[in-house]
């Protein structure tokens, strides 16, 4: 295969290591398409290039999803986008990083921080985000990973940390509630995805109890995030193994 390489200078930034500028856009994407659009390196060259980052944001990110998630982007985008340009990389990472809890004041169960890391392969459901959203938002469609297990974390027991997205957000009955209902913000944490503040469904009412059946959690320790752009990130506490099979005795 011949590759044209035409080379173009990193406009970017002063500090980009790519001194002798970059092979085209059109290479680039060759290169990725065969490499199955490697999330791990697309992030490793993101991070030493702006030019291959505004590249990737643009064109690489969303290969990805669509390669990765394709029935779950394909919905997501059937009555026009919320996910503009940038947002692919955000909802990229969404598929495949958990952020988990990198400093102890996001979720009233989880006091040690816990870092975030990569997920192989993770499955979205939609079905499992009806539970989380009240009554009054169920026709919102909200996908949601199955919990990412992190047990035995000491006093804090067995934990489950979920992540998701709704879709088309904006227009979103959640939004609405949110905004009614003024709930607040958190004070200085960001969506570990797209850097945007988060509002915390910790009001009333805000969360069902189906969502701890759902999630074979304790009853009341299901706690979310929504951000600016419909991420969510979530806690809850999980039943022990032993309790979870037949509980029902008192
Ligand atoms: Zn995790
Ligand atoms: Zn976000």
Not at 12 to 33: N, P, Q, R, W
Not at 100 to 114: E, K, Q, Y
Not at 147 to 154: A, R
Request: charged content about 25%; glycine content about 6%.
């Amino acid at each position: 295969m011949e590759l044209v390489v035409k080379r173009y200078r990193c406009t970017h930034s002063a500090t980009c290591v790519c001194l002798k500028g970059h092979i085209s856009e059109d290479a680039m994407y060759l290169v990725f398409e065969h490499m199955k659009w490697n999330p791990k390196m697309i992030a490793i060259f993101s991070s030493v290039c702006k030019w291959f980052d505004e590249f990737a944001k643009r064109v690489l990110w969303k290969e990805f999803c669509h390669a990765r998630a394709p029935k779950m982007m394909t919905d997501l985008h059937s009555d026009g986008s919320h996910i503009v340009d940038g947002n692919w990389k955000a909802l990229g990472k969404l598929l495949i990083y958990c952020s988990a809890c990198p400093r102890g004041d996001l979720f009233s169960n989880i006091h040690v921080p816990i870092p975030g890391h990569f997920v192989y392969r993770t499955r979205f459901s939609r079905t499992l985000g009806k539970s989380l959203v009240p009554p009054q938002c169920k026709s919102d469609v909200l996908y949601v990973s199955d919990s990412c297990e992190h047990l035995d974390q000491g006093e804090e027991g067995d934990l489950g940390l979920f992540r998701g997205i709704f879709k088309s957000f904006a227009g979103s009955n959640m939004k609405k509630m949110l905004i009614e209902r003024q709930a607040t913000f958190h004070p200085n944490e960001v969506c570990p995805y797209c850097k945007t503040k988060l509002w915390h469904l910790m009001q009333p009412n805000m969360i069902p109890s189906s969502a701890s059946v759902r999630l074979d959690a304790d009853d009341d320790s299901v706690e979310y995030y929504v951000c600016l752009n419909g991420h969510i990130i979530g806690s809850c506490t999980l039943m022990p193994y032993s309790d979870s099979e037949d509980t029902k005795e008192e």
